[in-house]
């Protein structure tokens, strides 16, 4: 009898993080694992006047990777929606508060903390979470830049013919942003599982047909990777 094949992992994060977690999955499942970003990472020259600011906002770690280009002061206080923004932002020498999990965790976080206003949220041209919105209602004034584009990318033909083809194949999927990209993209899945970082990130996976669609527990990293674990386990 012919041994069905072992499971692909396809990782659609932009590039660094892409290769980060393909390198991740491969050491602590044995998946093999195929890139192809649905989005690129494009920086945008935006200037800013710190002084009118007393801290900065980060809900993603491509937007604290900016922060000395952005030219943010080292003495600004940096607050950050999980704990991967953190440490990136914290790598780079800022003072980091991180509210651990998600939108609604760091609006609680800075709803508690009640930091001295105004605040700057950093984001790229496609968030949800409405941080600075849902702040406002709360009485903490909040302005916001965006300071990248998530540019849209085509599926590889690798990553098309995998998902296309019979062989089982996972899928992590860590924002809206990508899971929408997929569900535009036309692919016709064969047999994959999705695994998403949040409610948010499945919803725009409705009508695609996958296999399977599983929510991580909490909205971050390690959460997926037990979703994963989770996934292979009911597969094997």
Avoid: W
């Amino acid at each position: 009898m012919t041994q069905p094949a072992a499971p692909l992992c396809i990782v659609t994060r932009p590039e660094p993080e892409a290769t980060r977690f393909s390198q991740t999955v491969a050491a602590q499942f044995g998946l093999e694992a195929i890139i192809s970003p649905l989005m690129v990472i494009a920086p945008l020259q935006v200037s800013l006047r710190y002084q009118d600011y007393n801290g900065v906002i980060l809900t993603s770690a491509n937007a604290a990777r900016q922060l000395a280009a952005l030219a943010v002061p080292y003495d600004l206080p940096v607050f950050a929606v999980g704990d991967r923004t953190a440490q990136v932002a914290s790598d780079l020498g800022y003072t980091v508060q991180s509210a651990g999990g998600d939108a609604d965790a760091l609006v609680m976080l800075l709803g508690r903390l009640r930091p001295k206003p105004p605040l700057l949220h950093l984001r790229g041209e496609h968030t949800c979470g409405e941080i600075a919105e849902r702040l406002r209602f709360l009485g903490v004034q909040c302005e916001e830049r965006i300071v990248y584009q998530q540019v849209a990318q085509k599926l590889t033909t690798a990553a098309r013919i995998a998902l296309e083809g019979e062989a089982q194949v996972i899928l992590p999927l860590f924002s809206p942003r990508s899971a929408s990209i997929l569900g535009k993209s036309g692919v016709k899945p064969g047999n994959a599982h999705a695994v998403a970082l949040s409610a948010a990130v499945a919803k725009p996976l409705e009508g695609l047909y996958l296999s399977s669609v599983s929510v991580a527990s909490r909205p971050d990293e390690a959460a997926m990777r037990t979703a994963i674990g989770e996934l292979l386990s009911g597969l094997n």
